[in-house]
């Protein structure tokens, strides 16, 4: 894959950013078009993590499970096969498949970026601040 970068800037703190998901079922990347969702970046998750309405929009079948620890409780959480597009622009993508963990991630957001995907390549954020309050940007850097 060629250098990759992915740039992200909104208000309030949280890293979010707009990524394709779709069926992992196939080892081979999907033809068709990925269902695009709001994702948020967390460098305390060891997994990624997708939303329940996602596994059911998606249609996804469990591959197994998996101990899960989160802020609300430790149990086993199906594990599912997934597409991850991260946009890069009118530059293309990075798209992984991925194993991926179900939990509730709140009304606004179906995937959250764990560090399993953040250590393939390097995170920068910037904290700053607006009349309109704080804001949030990152950089997603992945060499080839």
Excluded: C
Excluded at 9 to 26: K, N
Excluded at 62 to 82: H, K, N, T
Excluded at 109 to 138: C, E, N, Q, Y
């Amino acid at each position: 894959m060629a250098g990759f970068e992915h740039r992200s800037s909104h208000r309030g703190l949280a890293l979010r950013t707009r990524v394709g998901i779709g069926d992992g079922g196939a080892a081979s990347a999907p033809a068709g078009t990925l269902s695009q969702v709001t994702a948020i970046w967390d460098t305390g998750a060891t997994h990624s993590l997708i939303s329940s309405r996602m596994v059911a929009r998606l249609e996804l079948l469990p591959i197994g499970f998996s101990p899960l620890r989160s802020i609300r409780d430790e149990r086993d959480a199906a594990v599912y096969w997934v597409w991850l597009r991260i946009p890069n622009g009118a530059r293309g993508a990075a798209m992984w498949r991925i194993p991926v963990l179900e939990e509730e991630l709140g009304p606004d957001v179906d995937f959250l970026i764990g560090m399993d995907i953040i250590t393939k390549g390097d995170l920068h954020v910037t904290r700053g601040r607006t009349a309109g309050g704080p804001t949030s940007s990152l950089v997603f850097r992945v060499a080839e």
